[in-house]
């Protein structure tokens, strides 16, 4: 498996791993699936600026993941928020874990200094949702920050949403200027 960056002509495959969490999960509280057209524009946007990596294994994306601003005020520029999804038929076999360790190298070549995640949370499983992502991101350093209760509705039943956040850098009192759009894979 190698990790590589996306490129606008990943759009459709990417899609393809995308679609199934809009229509069969609570994981992405989008209700549509974005057009091809939308997503193209998601991968531009969003990598012009912060890193958005695949893995590929037999020359097939098996899974993707991305960071993208926390919020738009200046004085959050050391922070970003993380995502990554894993083709379905591929989930359990390091795939995720793989993304999120480049993408952690690419965040800290830039200056970025917290990784923030906000996930779906069930009150109790079920077909919809699990708590998966949850035990993923703890796995990977994350810790809980927050619980919003029944702040996503979808499938006719509300869920929350968590935010889990791990710091990557030293809070210095004067940190270095972010270099966005400089990532590169190592």
Known sequence: MTIEKVTIE??????KIYAPYVKETAISFEYTVPTIEEFENRIVQISNK??????VEAGEIVGYAYANSFKGRKAYDWSVETTVYVRNDCKRMGIGSALYKQLEKS???????NMNACIASPTKAD?????DSFHFHSAMGFSVVGRFHNSGYKF???FDMIWMEKMIGVHDE???KVQFGSWDIE
Not at 10 to 15: G, H, I, S, V
Request: proline share 10%; aromatic share 14%; charged share 25%.
């Open 107 to 113: 965040l800290k070549a830039m200056g970025i200094l």
């Open 10 to 15: 990943d759009a459709e495959e990417l899609l």
């Open 156 to 158: 006719h039943r509300w």
């Open 127 to 131: 077909e919809f949702l699990n708590d």
């Open 174 to 176: 004067q940190p270095p």
């Open 50 to 55: 912060y890193p958005y990596i695949k893995a």
